[in-house]
């Protein structure tokens, strides 16, 4: 088990891609689950924080890890030059704070930004040099673990700002600053803000638009698994087609996410078919028990396969940051999305495995399920109580027995007209895209 947790463990995949202050719920994720050393991660930590303002935080960790009270000094001096930069920063920015403290001051600011600048410089003295201070005050406070603070006045710096690139980078820090605070709903918004200004600016090179979506995956990973409808928006943006791309070229291991939030979404199940393509292209430049096991079902038919797979995966769910939260329930702790996977999971055997027998044995099924009999048979007596599945139990033969359907013809004439529809708004974004192209040469 300990080398699942290790092999599978995507933290050296994933650092990279985040800010070094997301990274820190990671580090304490796996600390948590003791997946390694404590030493090991307490010196991670620190050396993480070095390049922060978070001296105190360092200090402290510190202390933990080499078991004294008194800090190094050069953390001390450190400390002293961050406090009188942070100094500095507030007195430079302190006429545009005071402005924006003042609600009655506020109410003067439009919608346009020209006449804001404007208004600023005749009534206020207040010109590009504060606004520029106003920035530099707001990445200071991230930088010193004020995501709150930090997060207000880059708002505040994006609504006056005129440079697009400072105010990308703006937006790029009140997205981290929502998801540090947990504010999942004004994450996701701002989420689809950096998307949206990704999709549209021009960038110097390609590889630098597909850096930034890849990024902008990473950063998502939080929200996907903790906004209440986190597991359609990960399907809705991974599965576009230009970030499916960046996913195959670049980050394949996020192919884990988007596997799982599909097994898990049953009205995404019409995508499932186009994705377990991408699988089967993928297959030998990642594996990844999720993934794998999507390739055992849907690819192989290979249910022995599957249900040891299966196996693995509860491991994966449990020992990964982004999919194992756990909810305390009295005197219980569960992981919601475990449960919900395995279930998911044991649905998508049986449905494959019914597809393709007519009779089926209730014992070779719950070994196929990693059930015991009487288990099996109350899972499948509740599908069948539930609509779920149109058989019948023989309890004599101990088996199951399928019964025939026939294709509904509206259903089979919608999922057409679905799948047309698709295509043609593919085909008319790649013409646009080429005839933009042409025009831009």
Not at 52 to 77: C, F, G, R
Not at 190 to 216: G, H, M, T, Y
Not at 317 to 344: A, C, M, Q, W
């Amino acid at each position: 088990m300990a080398e699942i947790k290790e092999n599978y463990d995507l933290t050296p995949r994933v650092a990279p891609n985040l800010d070094r202050h997301l990274v820190f719920p990671i580090l304490e994720f796996l600390q948590e689950h003791q997946l390694y050393p404590d030493e090991q991660i307490l010196k991670f930590k620190i050396e993480l924080l070095n390049k922060t303002n978070m001296v105190d935080y360092a200090m402290d960790i510190h202390k933990s890890l080499y078991h004294t009270e008194d800090a190094p000094q050069d953390m001390v001096e450190r400390r002293a030059e961050v406090v009188a930069r942070l100094k500095s920063l507030e007195e430079a920015a302190a006429p545009l704070v005071t402005f924006l403290l003042n609600p009655a001051a506020v109410q003067e600011l439009r919608a346009d930004k020209q006449y804001n600048l404007q208004m600023l410089k005749e009534r206020y003295q207040i010109g590009p040099d504060q606004i520029e201070a106003l920035y530099q005050y707001a990445k200071f406070q991230f930088e010193c673990g004020n995501y709150s603070g930090a997060a207000d006045y880059l708002y505040q710096y994006r609504t006056l700002c005129s440079n697009l690139e400072r105010s990308l980078s703006a937006l790029w820090g009140k997205l981290a600053s929502e998801i540090l605070m947990q504010n999942w709903d004004i994450a996701f918004e701002e989420l689809n803000r950096v998307k949206d200004i990704i999709d549209s600016k021009s960038f110097a090179s390609p590889l630098n638009q597909v850096q930034n979506r890849i990024w902008l995956m990473h950063w998502g990973l939080y929200i996907f698994f903790n906004h209440d409808n986190g597991r359609t928006q990960i399907i809705d943006l991974f599965n576009q087609d230009k970030y499916l791309n960046a996913i195959q070229t670049s980050a394949p291991h996020l192919l884990r996410y988007l596997a799982t939030a599909f097994i898990v979404n049953k009205r995404k199940r019409p995508q499932l078919k186009e994705f377990i393509k991408v699988i089967q292209q993928e297959h030998y430049s990642y594996k990844d028990p999720i993934v794998e096991f999507l390739a055992c079902v849907f690819v192989n038919y290979d249910f022995d396969s599957a249900q040891k797979k299966m196996k693995e995966c509860e491991e994966v769910i449990v020992n990964d940051p982004f999919l194992g939260k756990r909810v305390e329930n009295g005197n219980f702790s569960t992981v919601p999305l475990r449960d919900e996977f395995l279930e998911n999971a044991r649905l998508f055997i049986f449905e494959t495995y019914c597809r393709i027998h007519q009779r089926i044995d209730m014992g070779v099924l719950a070994e196929k399920l990693n059930l015991n009999y009487e288990e099996a048979e109350r899972w499948i007596v509740n599908l069948i109580r539930t609509s779920k599945l149109d058989a019948k139990i023989d309890s004599e033969s101990g088996s199951i027995i399928m019964e025939p359907t026939q294709p509904n013809v509206h259903e089979q004439l919608i999922n057409h007209t679905k799948a047309l529809s698709g295509r043609t708004y593919k085909l008319v974004t790649q013409l646009l895209e080429h005839s933009q192209g042409q025009a831009a040469r």
